[in-house]
């Protein structure tokens, strides 16, 4: 029996459109190096900054744990580039930003359409208890590294 090929890189379909819903992504980015913390009060203002930057897709609500960051992104333009080459801006802004001389990320990202509500309610709670489940803080609301940048309506 033959071997099937291995998938060497994450694969990024397209979004796909459907018929009076919303396009709606989440975005999982680890860093590279697990000694880099992103839970900062620094960290947290120029992530922000680099999405409000990368314009073509927009950042609702976001997590950003120690060691990755969890995002729900929606187009912002009406032909958005695609969610790599979205994720590469935003990471590069971020870089300039921080003022470092490499990456801290790892060179692909996680991204799945929610296809509906509930799916994206889901994984929203999900999300939201993500610094519980690490220990972190007792309650969700507590852990201040997370927010929303644009309101996502689905």
């Not at 680099?50 to 950042?59: E, G, I, N, S």
């Not at 993500?130 to 689905?154: A, S």
Request: glycine share 6%; hydrophobic share 40%.
């Amino acid at each position: 029996m033959s071997e099937l090929p291995q998938r060497r890189h994450i694969a990024h379909p397209p979004p796909v459109e459907r018929h009076n819903q919303p396009i709606v992504l989440f975005v999982t980015i680890r860093v590279a190096e697990p000694t880099f913390n992103l839970a900062s009060a620094e960290m947290h203002g120029n992530l922000r900054q680099a999405w409000l930057l990368a314009d073509q897709w927009r950042v609702g609500g976001y997590m950003i744990m120690p060691d990755h960051v969890h995002l729900f992104c929606a187009p912002g333009a009406m032909h958005a580039v695609n969610i790599k080459m979205w994720n590469k801006f935003w990471k590069g802004q971020f870089r300039r930003l921080m003022n470092l001389d490499r990456t801290i990320w790892q060179r692909d990202g996680w991204d799945t359409q929610m296809r509906h509500y509930d799916q994206y309610v889901e994984k929203r709670a999900y999300v939201r208890e993500n610094p519980v489940r690490k220990g972190l803080v007792e309650k969700w609301t507590d852990w201040p590294y997370q927010g929303e940048l644009h309101l996502i309506r689905w």
